[in-house]
C-alpha cells in the first residue's frame, strides 16, 4: 500500500539496541506516548508489517534516531554515522548512564510516605558508591522494609544512575512460603531482558542452565534486583538454626551463592523479617530498619486528620516507637471508631495497652517462629523494664537458670536478635525490647501466674545482689536503682517481706531528698507511698 513503511532486519537491530540503551520495552507506553502511537501500531513495527509513513518516523524519532530513513526497508545503512554503528556493533551508547531504567511493572505502591532521607541516603550510597555487592535490610514486620526500598526504586528511576534495568521479586505467596526457584528465574529472565526471554522459550532449560543465562545478563549490563521477604525462605522453631535457609529451599540457596559469589556489575537487595545468616558477609552490608523519627511519626498521624494537639501526636509516636504499621492501624481505629470520634487524647486516656488486635497480628506472624527456649526467654526477660535501667547478660541469665550461659548467648540471644526480637542499644549499654514486643510477652508471660511471679522473683534477686556504693556515699536516687528496681519486683511477685526490707533499708536516706527529688528520679509510686507512710 502507498505511503506504508516498514523495518529492515538491520534496522530492528538499531532500534534494538537504542531502546535498550533507554531501558525501554518493545512496547514501552512512554514510547507510544512520545510517538503519539498506539500499541498496536508499535507492535506491527516490531512485526516488520508496513505502518503510516508518519508513526514511522515518529517512532524512530521517539528513540532519538533522526535519520529514520536507515531504519526503513530498502535503504543502506550508512557506517559512518556514529550512532547507528555503535548500536550495529553492538556497543553501548556513551550517555547511557545518562537513561533511566523502566521500573518494575509488579513494583508495590507507596502511600502515606514520610521522610526517611537518612535512610535512602545510606542505601543509595552503599548501591552506587561502594564495592558491596548485596544490602539485606531487616525489621519487624510492618516497620516499613517494603515500603522504603519500593521509594528508594522509584527516586533511582528519576536520577542518572548505572542502572538499565530493574526486577522486584516478591517471595511472598498466599501459602506463606516462596514460590518455585524455576518460576522466580523465569520471572527475573523475563524482566530483565525487557520481554525477549519468555517462558516458553526458557521451558527446555533447566534451573542451572537458566541461573547462567540471569548471571549473563547480570555481567552484561548493570541491573538492580530485589527480592523481597526473603525470610519465607528460612527455617523457624529452633534456635541454632535462625536466620538459616530451609532445607527444602535448597534450589534458592544455591542461586543466591551464584549470585553474590560471581563477579557481576549489579546489585541485589533483600528484606527480610530475618537476618540472613548464609549471605556472604564480605560483599554484604546488612542494615537494621527501625522506627520513624518523632517528626516523621507526627507527619504520618497529621495525615489521618486527628483531632490531637502536637504533644499528644508526639506521645503517641513514643508509646510505638515510631513503628509505621502500628502508628496507621492505631490512627484509623482512632478515626473511625465511634467512641473516639477522630480524638487522640480520648485514646491514650482510655487505654494503658499498645496491642490492639490488629498490630498484636503482625507479632504473632515473627513469635510463631519462635522455638520454646526463645519464646520461653522472651517473656520472661519482659518484666524488666529497661526504659528505668540497662538489661545486661548478667540480667537475662538470672532468667534462664536452665540452660548454660553459652547456649543463652549463641543460640537463644541471638536466635531473638537475628528475629530483630531482641537488639542491643550501645548507646544505652543495655539489651532492648521494643515496646510492643514486650507487652506481647508480658500477655504470654501473665497467661500462667507461677511463672509471672518466678520471673519477677528472678529480677528481684538479680537486681539486690548487684554492688552499690558505700550507703556514706549515696548523694542521689541514681545511686540506689537497683534497689528501686528490686522493690518493684519484689512488689510484683508477692514477697511484700523483701519490698518491706527494702523500704527499711532506704528509709534513713531517703529522708535527705525531697518528694521533687523523689518524682525526677522515677521512683516507683509504690515505693514513694510507702516512704510517705513511714512519716519522713
Known amino acids: 500500500m502507498a505511503g506504508l513503511l516498514r523495518a529492515s532486519e538491520e534496522g530492528l537491530k538499531i532500534i534494538d539496541m537504542v531502546r535498550r540503551n533507554l531501558g525501554w520495552n518493545k512496547t514501552e507506553d512512554t514510547w507510544c506516548v512520545a510517538a503519539l502511537v498506539s500499541t498496536a501500531t508499535l507492535k506491527r513495527f516490531w512485526a516488520k508489517i508496513g505502518i503510516r509513513r508518519e508513526n514511522f518516523i515518529n517512532i524512530c524519532?521517539?528513540?532519538?534516531?533522526?535519520?529514520?530513513?536507515?531504519?526503513?526497508?530498502?535503504?543502506?545503512?550508512?557506517?559512518?554515522?556514529?550512532?547507528?554503528?555503535?548500536?550495529?556493533?553492538?556497543?553501548?551508547?556513551?550517555?547511557?548512564?545518562?537513561?533511566?531504567?523502566?521500573?518494575?511493572?509488579?513494583?508495590?505502591?507507596?502511600?502515606?510516605?514520610?521522610?526517611?532521607?537518612?535512610?535512602?541516603?545510606?542505601?543509595?550510597?552503599?548501591?552506587?558508591?561502594?564495592?558491596?555487592?548485596?544490602?539485606?535490610?531487616?525489621?519487624?514486620?510492618?516497620?516499613?522494609?517494603?515500603?522504603?526500598?519500593?521509594?528508594?526504586?522509584?527516586?533511582?528511576?528519576?536520577?542518572?544512575?548505572?542502572?538499565?534495568?530493574?526486577?522486584?521479586?516478591?517471595?511472598?505467596?498466599?501459602?506463606?512460603?516462596?514460590?518455585?526457584?524455576?518460576?522466580?528465574?523465569?520471572?527475573?529472565?523475563?524482566?530483565?531482558?525487557?520481554?525477549?526471554?519468555?517462558?516458553?522459550?526458557?521451558?527446555?532449560?533447566?534451573?542451572?542452565?537458566?541461573?547462567?543465562?540471569?548471571?549473563?545478563?547480570?555481567?552484561?549490563?548493570?541491573?538492580?534486583?530485589?527480592?523481597?521477604?526473603?525470610?519465607?525462605?528460612?527455617?523457624?522453631?529452633?534456635?541454632?538454626?535462625?536466620?538459616?535457609?530451609?532445607?527444602?529451599?535448597?534450589?534458592?540457596?544455591?542461586?543466591?551463592?551464584?549470585?553474590?559469589?560471581?563477579?557481576?556489575?549489579?546489585?541485589?537487595?533483600?528484606?527480610?523479617?530475618?537476618?540472613?545468616?548464609?549471605?556472604?558477609?564480605?560483599?554484604?552490608?546488612?542494615?537494621?530498619?527501625?522506627?520513624?523519627?518523632?517528626?516523621?511519626?507526627?507527619?504520618?498521624?497529621?495525615?489521618?486528620?486527628?483531632?490531637?494537639?502536637?504533644?499528644?501526636?508526639?506521645?503517641?509516636?513514643d508509646r510505638y516507637s515510631g513503628h509505621p504499621k502500628a502508628l496507621q492501624l492505631v490512627a484509623a481505629l482512632i478515626r473511625d471508631d465511634t467512641e473516639f470520634q477522630g480524638n487522640v487524647g480520648m485514646f491514650l486516656h482510655q487505654r494503658d495497652w499498645l496491642l490492639v488486635r490488629d498490630i498484636e497480628r503482625l507479632i504473632d506472624e515473627i513469635l510463631a517462629r519462635l522455638g520454646d527456649g526463645e519464646q520461653t526467654c522472651l517473656s520472661r526477660i519482659s518484666v524488666y523494664q529497661t526504659s528505668d535501667y540497662p538489661l545486661s547478660f548478667a540480667g537475662i541469665s538470672a532468667q534462664m537458670p536452665e540452660v548454660s550461659k553459652y547456649e543463652l548467648k549463641e543460640n537463644i540471644i541471638l536466635a531473638l536478635k537475628r528475629l530483630q526480637l531482641l537488639y542491643y542499644d550501645r548507646h544505652l549499654k543495655s539489651y532492648q525490647l521494643h515496646p510492643l514486643v514486650r507487652e506481647k510477652g508480658e500477655h504470654l508471660l501473665s497467661q500462667n501466674p507461677e511463672d509471672f511471679r518466678t520471673a519477677h522473683d528472678r529480677a528481684y534477686n538479680y537486681y539486690i545482689s548487684i554492688p552499690l556504693k558505700p550507703k556514706s556515699a549515696w548523694q542521689n536516687i541514681e545511686d540506689i536503682q537497683p534497689l528501686i528496681r528490686a522493690h518493684y519486683h519484689a512488689r510484683q511477685a508477692g514477697n511484700l517481706d523483701a519490698a518491706n526490707a527494702i523500704i527499711s533499708e532506704v528509709c534513713e536516706y531517703l529522708r535527705q531528698w525531697n518528694c521533687a527529688d523523689l518524682v525526677c528520679g522515677n521512683i516507683e509510686l509504690p515505693l514513694l507511698t510507702e516512704v510517705k507512710n513511714i512519716n519522713l
Open 61 to 317: 524519532k521517539a528513540v532519538e534516531i533522526e535519520n529514520w530513513e536507515y531504519i526503513a526497508e530498502g535503504y543502506k545503512i550508512q557506517k559512518t554515522e556514529p550512532l547507528l554503528a555503535a548500536a550495529i556493533a553492538d556497543i553501548p551508547l556513551d550517555n547511557q548512564t545518562d537513561r533511566t531504567f523502566p521500573l518494575p511493572e509488579n513494583l508495590p505502591p507507596v502511600r502515606n510516605w514520610v521522610q526517611r532521607t537518612k535512610e535512602i541516603d545510606i542505601l543509595k550510597t552503599t548501591i552506587i558508591n561502594s564495592d558491596i555487592t548485596t544490602i539485606s535490610i531487616v525489621g519487624l514486620p510492618g516497620i516499613g522494609k517494603t515500603t522504603l526500598v519500593s521509594q528508594l526504586i522509584r527516586q533511582l528511576h528519576t536520577e542518572k544512575t548505572p542502572f538499565t534495568s530493574a526486577a522486584w521479586q516478591s517471595l511472598e505467596s498466599a501459602t506463606g512460603k516462596a514460590p518455585p526457584c524455576d518460576r522466580t528465574i523465569d520471572s527475573l529472565l523475563f524482566t530483565l531482558s525487557n520481554g525477549d526471554i519468555t517462558t516458553a522459550t526458557n521451558a527446555q532449560n533447566d534451573c542451572g542452565k537458566k541461573t547462567e543465562n540471569l548471571l549473563k545478563i547480570l555481567r552484561d549490563k548493570p541491573c538492580l534486583l530485589v527480592f523481597d521477604r526473603a525470610d519465607t525462605l528460612l527455617q523457624a522453631g529452633e534456635a541454632k538454626t535462625a536466620g538459616y535457609f530451609a532445607g527444602d529451599r535448597a534450589e534458592y540457596t544455591w542461586l543466591f551463592k551464584q549470585l553474590l559469589e560471581t563477579e557481576h556489575q549489579s546489585k541485589i537487595i533483600f528484606t527480610s523479617r530475618e537476618s540472613l545468616a548464609e549471605l556472604p558477609p564480605t560483599v554484604t552490608r546488612e542494615i537494621q530498619l527501625n522506627g520513624l523519627e518523632p517528626d516523621s511519626a507526627i507527619s504520618l498521624l497529621q495525615s489521618f486528620n486527628l483531632t490531637a494537639n502536637p504533644e499528644e501526636l508526639a506521645k503517641m509516636g
